[in-house]
């Protein structure tokens, strides 16, 4: 195992704002945004990353907590993933990529009701700034953004 090359360089404490989508609320009532941070750590030999972040929503604050590592032979990117408002009661495991130019996209699955919807959590860090972005995809393979959260380095 071992941390993607973009995460690693984005080790530390990022703040900035996060957007949070609900398509089913009247559209003047679907997106809300608040204050946000993210910090970003690894262990000692560099063998996973631990991602917390902190919004709110309604006044409450929520958190989340991804755990993610790479495998050094396929490259691939693993997720195990909780969130205090979106994914509370099972660990969501997303698996994915880091691209060539560091964009780290993964993607999970979880019940509902009878169907298997789709979750994405993807990482892009270009400077001084990165992003999280999180889509929910529907069974027929729509993919509607959920949380669109921007930082910059504290």
């Keep these: 195992m071992a941390v993607p090359k973009s995460i690693h360089v984005a080790k530390g404490l990022w703040r900035g704002k996060s957007q949070l989508n ?81 964009l780290v996209k993964t993607k999970g699955t979880y019940p509902a009701g009878k169907e298997t919807w789709g979750w994405t959590i993807e990482f892009q860090i270009a400077g001084e700034q990165l992003t999280m972005k999180m889509d929910n995809v529907t069974p027929s393979g729509e993919a509607v953004w959920a949380v669109k959260a921007s930082y910059k380095r504290d």
């Excluded at 919004?55 to 907590?65: F, N, S």
């Excluded at 490259?75 to 994915?96: E, F, R």
């Design 22 to 102: 609900l398509p089913f609320l009247p559209p003047e009532k679907r997106v809300s945004e608040s204050d946000s941070s993210l910090h970003i750590d690894t262990d000692q030999h560099d063998s996973y990353a631990t991602v917390t972040y902190n919004w709110q929503y309604e006044g409450k604050r929520q958190e989340g907590t991804i755990l993610l590592c790479e495998s050094a032979k396929s490259k691939s990117v693993q997720l195990a993933w909780v969130d205090s408002w979106h994914q509370n009661t099972a660990v969501m495991h997303l698996t994915g990529e880091e691209s060539e130019t560091g």
